[in-house]
């Protein structure tokens, strides 16, 4: 029998876990209406139903389904995927990918397909409790090495719940021996702007005992950028900022977050990269804790780690487009073909047929999304480079 520990109402589930969990699932009728909503086939339901009864720990979920699935995404909505930067990992140790966060799903399942493809370990990844709406996604999660995230809780309950996490990240990162991933601030950028948020950092800060360059070394902190030649929701996230300006009180429904999740699978992505950048180093620790309060620190970290998103960050001939339809100017001319802008224009009509097409204001916000990582590179990277 497990032992009850202080993380387990947020933690992945344990091998042992895992069959028990499998035949929890087999009985939810919600989980069955969506086997067959998603698979047509009734053969194909029982071949599924079969295959999960006989998964006995997380790796064989992940072979068996995850795997083959994310596989398929790839084949069927991308133009493939790079990765690059793994010199800078060692694969017997364990880190904290901090990342910049374009889709609900994709971001971290992509990047465990490749760690998987590369003989890496999988990454534990954070997710938030808004998008567990079903309790067959709260397990599913949990089987596939996702730790709960609490999100829309009283002030006071999230204090206690902050330094859960924080504890938990820190446990798992310098005595478990596992990778994890978070998002660099809570919720995907709508606008192409990747900001870190000092609050994510200063919820990670909040299990140290030690002092700030030695608490946040032992964290092994890599900053990660993840680039979409197509923006897996982009016309969805027009839409959701297009609502917050007619109304600032707009809050998405969970309907919302499902609908995303589901284009950000099926949607097309074109070419996509992962690119790690190198572990935060205890000089750049000692450098960036040199004056200052805690604030101080934490928002010089924060902007260390953009710098180094941004720099990673792959910026494709939409981008370049983007940028140069959105400043009316022929800055990066030089960076794309004829055929390339007249596909990306194409592009932008197709997708903005679902939001509203004749709204200019429409047009700006998707132009300024794909314009927007220019923008950030170089405001940030190259002003540091000269």
Same mark, same amino acid.
């Given at each position: ?52 009864? +006989?998964? +006995?720990?997380?790796?064989?979920? +992940? ?81 596939n090495r996702s730790f709960i995230v609490k999100r829309n809780i009283p002030v006071r309950q999230m204090l206690k719940s902050s330094h859960l996490l ?39 800060? %909040? ?43 707009? +809050? ?116 300024? %999304? ?17």
């Amino acid at each position: 029998m497990l032992e009850s520990n202080e993380f387990d109402e947020i933690r992945p589930y344990n091998d042992e876990e895992v069959p028990e969990i499998m035949n929890k699932l087999l009985v939810d009728p919600v989980f069955a209406r969506v086997l067959k909503n998603v698979f047509a086939d009734d053969a194909k339901i029982q071949v599924i139903r079969d295959t999960m009864l +006989q998964i +006995q720990n997380v790796e064989a979920f +992940q072979r068996a389904f995850m795997i083959p699935f994310l596989e398929n995404i790839i084949n069927t909505s991308t133009k493939g995927i790079t990765i690059a930067g793994l010199e800078h990992l060692e694969k017997d140790r364990s880190y904290l990918f901090i990342s910049n966060h374009r889709d609900i799903v994709l971001d971290s399942a992509l990047l465990n397909e490749e760690m998987y493809k590369y003989g890496y370990n999988s990454t534990e990844i954070a997710m938030g409790s808004n998008l567990l709406v079903y309790q067959w996604i709260e397990d599913l999660s949990r089987v596939n090495r996702s730790f709960i995230v609490k999100r829309n809780i009283p002030v006071r309950q999230m204090l206690k719940s902050s330094h859960l996490l924080s504890s938990y990240i820190r446990h798992t990162v310098t005595n478990n021996g596992n990778s994890i991933w978070i998002a660099q601030r809570e919720g995907r950028s709508k606008d192409g702007l990747d900001l870190t948020s000092p609050a994510v950092l200063k919820m990670l800060n %909040m299990a140290n005992t030690r002092k700030f360059v030695r608490g946040f070394q032992e964290l092994n902190i890599v900053p990660m950028a993840i680039s979409y030649e197509i923006e897996p929701c982009g016309n969805e996230k027009v839409a959701e900022l297009l609502k917050r300006q007619s109304d600032p009180g707009f +809050q998405k429904t969970e309907k919302d977050d499902l609908l995303s999740m589901a284009s950000g699978l099926k949607n097309q992505k074109g070419r996509i990269q992962i690119q790690f950048g190198a572990p935060i180093s205890r000089n750049a620790l000692k450098n960036l804790s040199k004056e200052g309060n805690i604030n101080d620190r934490l928002k010089r970290l924060a902007e260390y780690i953009d710098y180094h998103i941004y720099n990673n960050y792959k910026l494709f001939p939409n981008n370049y487009i983007g940028y140069d339809l959105y400043y009316n100017c022929n800055k990066y001319i030089d960076h794309y073909t004829i055929e390339e802008q007249r596909s990306f224009i194409e592009l932008t009509h197709q997708r903005l047929k679902l939001v509203n097409e004749d709204r200019e204001d429409a047009m700006q916000l998707w132009l300024k %999304m794909y314009a927007t990582p220019v923008y950030s590179y170089e405001n940030c990277c190259q002003k540091c480079q000269e």
